[in-house]
């Protein structure tokens, strides 16, 4: 992967979705470098052999835990157990995520289409509960260009489903991150696109399937993680707060993701969706 080795030591960083795809290859760069990370993935079993893999480079087991982010109460005890592990995290890096192409609308018991919550709600919730002891450190949140074809609508979060419910969701990352740059001036939020990878996202889809036939021409966990890496690890006078980052670059997100109303209001809905009826400054 490419980069500097610039030294993590004492660096806690939090990489939900980490049992494989991006989110292990990165957390492995990262622990590398010294930094203490901390997995979260919903399947047990992966995230323990994740772990082993992490614990090889680290020289010691990182820290673990399961939760189900189409389960907000997951969340929610997921954030207690962090809180009470760890007084503060360096980075939180938001990239748990899932795709249904079914245009079947799924609803979660929370009430909330899955993709949405799954790829959005979730990370809102958990960035907010951590609100604390994040202060002074990033948020870096794995979006997708996908966002450019499909908006999300603050009034109705669920209202899209299948492909674009996934691409409504990735733009509701983009907006996440732009407005807790407003919202939060002591963090550093940014989200990007890991260009289009070979991995276990969207197994038992077409998407999985299709990529039989393009995998050639995908990107490896490790190269899709290298601008993930890069917004964790580099300078913060390096990073526009708030930026939509492509291949390391800066890079302007479609006008539907980049609209600061629509941002404000994406947040305000958020907290009602999650039951958040305080606001955490």
């Known amino acids: 992967m490419a980069g500097t080795a610039r030294d993590l030591t004492g660096q806690v960083i939090v990489i939900t979705g980490a049992s494989s795809g991006i989110g292990l290859a990165g957390a492995k760069a990262l622990a590398s470098r010294g930094a203490g990370v901390v997995l979260v993935g919903r399947d047990r079993e992966r995230l323990k052999a994740a772990a082993d893999e992490v614990a090889v480079l680290a020289g010691f087991p ?53 993709t949405v919550q799954v790829n959005h709600l979730g990370g809102f919730l958990l960035a907010n509960l951590l609100r604390e002891q994040l202060r002074g450190g990033r948020i870096v949140v794995t979006s997708s260009d996908v966002h450019s074809k499909h908006a999300i609508d603050p009034a109705d979060l669920s209202a899209k489903t299948g492909w674009a419910g996934y691409g409504a969701s990735k733009s509701a990352n983009i907006l ?23 991995s276990r996202f969207g197994t038992g889809t077409l998407i999985k399937a299709g990529q039989f036939f393009i995998k050639p021409f995908l990107l490896t966990p ?23 980052y492509v291949k390391r670059t800066l890079t302007r997100p479609a006008p539907h993701a980049a609209d600061p109303a629509t941002a404000a209001r994406l947040w305000d809905a958020s907290l009602a969706a999650v039951g958040i009826g305080w606001q955490r400054h």
């Open 62 to 114: 990182p820290l673990t835990h399961t939760a189900d982010f189409s389960r907000l109460d997951d969340v929610h005890l997921l954030a207690d157990q962090l809180r009470q592990r760890l007084r503060r995290i360096h980075v939180l890096v938001s990239n748990a995520g899932a795709v249904r192409l079914s245009k079947k609308k799924t609803t979660t018991r929370d009430g909330h289409e899955t």
């Open 222 to 244: 490790e190269k899709g993680a290298d601008t993930m890496v890069h917004l964790v690890t580099a300078p913060t006078t390096e990073l526009q707060r708030g930026g939509y």
């Open 176 to 198: 996440f991150a732009l407005e807790a740059a407003r919202r939060w001036p002591d963090i550093v939020p940014v989200s990007f696109h890991p260009g289009v990878v070979s």
